[in-house]
């Protein structure tokens, strides 16, 4: 009995052996276990963390590829540009001297109505080139740096010069002139050289909204710190969705424009510190106001 007593204490110490080994083991794969669930999930962390930052890497690789591209797209626009602004330049000169003499041809043709047309469309399509070599070469002009800090102009009188320049197309349309210009100081910062051109495409778009006629409006206003100048005419308006559209480089609806006119007197206008805004005119046309600080 003894033996057998002595027998089943030593299974019990060797089951118990066997629990204490069991229970450590258990406690040893749990914490094993925890630990490799941590390990896990660091994993997963550093993973999303290498992925977050290869993203960043490819992005920031694919907006360099596009800044290099932008800068080699606009290192030839300016070289173009220069090109442009040379052939202009030689274009010009010439181009005046037909002006001038198809201008006196039609004074000489007036009583020879079919040679009278035709020297007209001689004429007008000297305009035509005159208007687009010109506006080439303001563009290059305005986008160098222009000090008018000192400069003054005066809007009225470069308003009436920009009419004259723009008479024989208005004449040539049958448009009426409404000056609304009321007496009192018109001096604003800015440079007539500048002004002049502005306006003269402004005129020249107003003249062309309006090919069987109307009224075209140029009005000058002194207000509290701007001098605003308007151009507006009776002709269709702008649709409210391609207000800003239009005074983008070569938008056009027109079938012989280069849509170059609006885009130059906005960088004329901003070269001068000031501001163009459109709006509708009374009676639905479009109406164009170019502001300069007032002197
Ligand atoms: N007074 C206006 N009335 C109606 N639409 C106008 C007027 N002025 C400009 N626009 C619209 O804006 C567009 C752009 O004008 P912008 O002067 O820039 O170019 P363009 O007259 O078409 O060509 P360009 O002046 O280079 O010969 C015109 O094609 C026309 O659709
Ligand atoms: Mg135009």
Do not use: W
Not at 43 to 63: C, G, P, Q
Not at 121 to 131: E, M, S
Request: proline fraction near 3%.
């Amino acid at each position: 009995m003894d033996a057998d007593l002595g027998a089943k204490a030593a299974s019990d110490g060797e089951l118990r052996g066997l629990v204490d080994a069991f229970a450590t083991f258990s406690n040893a794969t749990r914490r094993l276990e925890g630990e490799y669930a941590a390990l896990r999930a660091q994993v997963e962390r550093l993973t999303d963390e290498l992925e977050e930052k290869n993203r960043r890497l490819a992005a920031s690789l694919e907006r360099e590829r596009e800044l290099e591209a932008a800068a080699l797209r606009q290192s030839r626009l300016a070289a173009m540009g220069e090109t442009a602004a040379m052939l202009a330049h030689e274009v010009r000169n010439p181009l005046g001297a037909m002006e001038l003499f198809t201008g006196l041809l039609v004074q000489d043709l007036r009583d020879r109505p079919e040679a009278l047309r035709l020297a007209r469309q001689v004429a007008g399509g000297i305009a035509d080139l005159n208007h687009l070599v010109t506006n080439l070469l303001e563009f290059t002009r305005a986008r160098r740096a222009v000090d008018v800090a000192n400069a003054l102009v005066d809007c009225r009188t470069t308003a009436e010069t920009a009419l004259d320049y723009a008479r024989h197309l208005i004449d040539a349309s049958g448009i009426v002139v409404d000056r609304d210009v009321p007496p009192g100081d018109c001096t604003a910062r800015g440079d007539a050289a500048l002004l002049r051109p502005a306006l003269l495409n402004l005129m020249r778009n107003a003249v062309q909204a309006m090919p069987t006629g109307g009224t075209l409006t140029v009005a000058v206003r002194r207000e509290e710190r701007a001098v605003a100048v308007t151009v507006a005419d009776t002709g269709p308006g702008i649709p409210a969705e391609v207000r800003e559209t239009i005074f983008t480089p070569f938008f056009t609806t027109r079938s012989k424009g280069t849509g170059l006119g609006l885009t130059v007197v906005r960088e004329l206008v901003t070269a001068l510190g000031g501001e163009v805004r459109v709006a509708t005119a009374r009676g639905g046309g479009a109406a164009f106001t170019v502001r300069l600080a007032a002197a």
